[in-house]
Every structure is written in structure tokens, then in C-alpha cells.
């Protein structure tokens, strides 16, 4: 150890006494923090028994403290940690207020509780918000989304569903990997690993493949092998980064759009790679009929959702000024509509196939609604 001077010995003293005072502007005791857990019963459906375990943070200066409970349905309870039987299906806005004696601070947090109805039916709808996985119905009633017990995904970006072997597929951008499961997010496997940026998917029924994008290209692998390292490259020199990815069934060609610039197609035996619109940049395509839909960054805050011929031409503006590059973009058979996702407003917009009739679908500002896609009817 080197030697220390006296003088310096003298500073570290004099700290020493000094830090041991007490300051004259003490820091204010902390505020109460109100904040709960729960568990469902009866798997989340309908009647179901909520028990609410409450984890507030409430320091000791505050004094004694109060709790009062809205369950959502008009009733109510001042336990501490109460039980709650929910009799119909629905989201209910929870609400725990504290209030303390000594601070007379009066704190509240709310959070949303979703009891599934076991009579609902419709279509299935998936989207992820980059780590969680969220489902719902698309029916006539307001739609409501619930969380799946999707685990482990670093940065998520896209979703499909297979209708066929009735399984839901999940991107993971930043690790790179593609996670299979079973519509309630149960059996969750890493279906393909060691992928290269992989966001949109689309399922050719016909051979049996899945196609996904990478950093420069397309790769595809055999939709019945759980080889997680099982794939072949499709498409491959692609300088500015495919991102969507579309097949259309019946003549056979897969589309892509470009984030740097450009959609293109090639035919799936491998043939006739062209590029259609040049210069459009873009998250997300989809193909429905005769025409295909994509998004078009124009300027910050203005992407445009657009469609066109599947030969590119025909191009018509179906929505504009919506927030960032979209990454969720489906269509639904039964109701004939686009839907979308406005990643910045948390919001699934849908719209007739010429972009009339406009109107949010789901809003959630806690969202951010990537990997849109709809599973089988029921």
C-alpha cells in the first residue's frame, strides 16, 4: 500500500466527522407505494374467484393506513388482502387506494382483470408488444385481451398462426429464435434457433414450409421438423433488410417488403424474383385476393398504409399519419377487413379493403401491437 501523506489523513478525518452528522434538510420520509398481486381460479373462466394479495410499500412515518377496494362490478372492501367472486366473464378495472393516517397521502393504482367468458366464440386474435404475447376473441362484443403464459422473449416482432396443426408461432428478433405453441401459450417450444433477425412469418400448407425474413434475405424450414437447426435459404442478397413477408397460396409467389427500400416477389419454386415498387420502406405486407397491402414510411409521425396489383401497379393510399413502421398487419375472412397496429397510440385499427370505414379496434396505451394475426375460427 502506498503511503498516505498527513495532510491527506487530515481530509479523510474531517469527512469522517462530517459524515457523520446529521444533515440540516433531511430527505423526506418515502411516500406509500399501493400495489397488489392476484391469482384466478376455475382457469381465469367464469365464475371465477379472485384472491388479491396486497403488496404495498408503506413506510413506517406515514402512520396506519386504510384500504379501500373496487372490484370493478359496483362492489367493493376495506380487507387488506380480499377475495372477489366474479360470477360473468369481462375485464374489470380493479382499483386500491391508500390512504394513510400521519403523511394523509392518498395513493391509488388500477390495474385489469380479465375473466374469460366460456361461452365466447369467434376468431382468435394474437399480437405481441415485443416481450409478452396477448390474446382475445374477435366477435361482436368489445374486444378483450388477455395475457399468455408466453416465457423468455427478448424483443418479439411477429406472429402466425398455423390453422392447420392449430399452432402459434413467435418471432424473438433480438435472440434470435422462433417459439411454437399451442393457442393458450402452453407447450411452448424453440421451434428454430441461431436465425438471423427474424420478424415476419408466413405458412406455405401446401409443402409444408414457413418462411420468415433475416438481416439479407428469406429462409424457409419444414414446418413438421422440430430440428431447431433445420433450414435452407430462399432468398438471399438482400442489402436493405426484408421485414414482411406474404404468400399468395394460389398462384404460388412469395412477397416481401424491404425496411430500407422495395417490395418484391418470387415464385415459390424458386423462380422469377422481381422487384415491384422500388423505393418503399416497410415492416409489413399481406396478401388478400388480388391485391397486396403494405405499409410506406413517408415521413416521421406519416406512415401510410397502402395496397396494390400483384404486379405492383394500381398502387392506392388506404391510411396515413399513422406513428411508426407497422409490424402488425392481418386480415380477417369473416368480417372482410384489414386490421393494423399503431405501435405509439397502442391501438388496432381495422378498415374495410379500400381503407373506408376506418376506426380503432382495440386500444391499450400499455401496448404496442406487433405480430398481428388471427388463429381458427370457433
Not at 408466453?150 to 402459434?168: E, P, R
Not at 429464435?177 to 417450444?189: L, T
Not at 442489402?239 to 406474404?246: E, T
Not at 425496411?259 to 424458386?270: A, H, I, R
Request: proline fraction near 4%.
Amino acid at each position: 500500500m502506498k503511503n498516505i501523506s498527513p495532510i491527506l489523513w487530515l481530509g479523510i478525518l474531517i469527512t469522517l466527522i462530517h459524515g457523520c452528522k446529521k444533515d440540516d434538510f433531511p430527505v423526506p420520509p418515502a411516500s406509500t407505494v399501493p400495489n397488489f398481486t392476484y391469482t384466478i381460479d376455475n382457469d381465469g373462466t367464469a365464475p371465477a374467484t379472485v384472491t388479491f394479495t396486497n403488496t404495498s410499500i408503506v413506510p413506517s412515518t406515514v402512520g396506519t393506513v386504510k384500504y379501500y377496494w373496487n372490484f370493478g362490478d359496483n362492489a367493493s372492501s376495506e380487507e387488506a388482502n380480499p377475495s372477489h367472486y366474479y360470477q360473468a366473464g369481462g375485464a374489470y378495472q380493479v382499483r386500491l387506494v391508500a390512504v394513510t393516517s400521519v403523511s394523509l397521502e392518498i395513493k391509488e393504482v388500477v390495474k385489469t382483470i380479465v375473466i374469460k367468458d366460456p361461452n365466447a366464440s369467434g376468431t382468435p386474435v394474437y399480437f405481441t408488444d415485443g416481450s409478452l404475447v396477448f390474446n382475445g376473441l374477435l366477435n361482436s362484443q368489445s374486444p378483450i385481451m388477455s395475457q399468455l403464459p408466453v416465457a423468455g422473449l427478448l424483443d418479439s416482432y411477429g406472429t402466425t398462426f398455423d390453422t392447420v396443426h392449430n399452432h402459434l408461432y413467435i418471432s424473438d428478433y433480438e435472440a434470435g429464435k422462433i417459439y411454437r405453441c399451442n393457442p393458450d401459450g402452453s407447450n411452448q417450444i424453440e421451434f428454430r434457433t441461431g436465425l438471423d433477425a427474424p420478424n415476419a412469418m408466413s405458412i406455405d400448407y401446401q409443402l409444408g414450409h414457413i418462411y420468415w425474413d433475416t438481416g439479407n434475405g428469406i429462409q424457409r424450414g419444414d414446418i413438421n421438423s422440430t430440428d431447431v437447426n433445420q433450414k435452407e435459404d430462399f432468398v438471399t442478397g438482400q442489402a436493405n433488410d426484408p421485414d414482411g413477408v406474404s404468400i399468395d397460396a394460389v398462384n404460388r409467389v412469395l412477397y416481401w417488403v424491404n425496411y430500407n427500400g422495395g417490395v418484391w416477389k418470387k415464385n415459390l419454386d424458386g423462380s422469377g424474383e422481381t422487384e415491384l415498387i422500388a423505393g418503399v420502406e416497410g415492416g409489413s405486407i399481406l396478401v388478400v385476393g388480388n391485391r397486396i397491402f403494405f405499409d410506406q414510411y413517408i415521413a416521421a409521425g406519416d406512415i401510410q398504409l397502402k395496397s396494390a396489383n400483384l404486379d405492383g401497379s394500381g398502387v392506392a393510399v388506404l391510411a396515413t399519419g399513422i406513428t411508426r413502421v407497422v409490424y402488425a398487419l392481418a386480415y380477417d375472412q369473416t368480417s372482410n377487413k384489414i386490421y393494423w397496429g399503431d405501435r405509439n397510440k397502442g391501438t388496432i385499427m381495422r378498415a374495410n379493403l379500400d381503407g373506408s370505414g376506418a376506426e380503432p379496434w382495440f386500444v391499450d396505451a400499455n401496448t404496442s401491437p406487433r405480430g398481428l394475426s388471427f388463429g381458427k375460427r370457433f
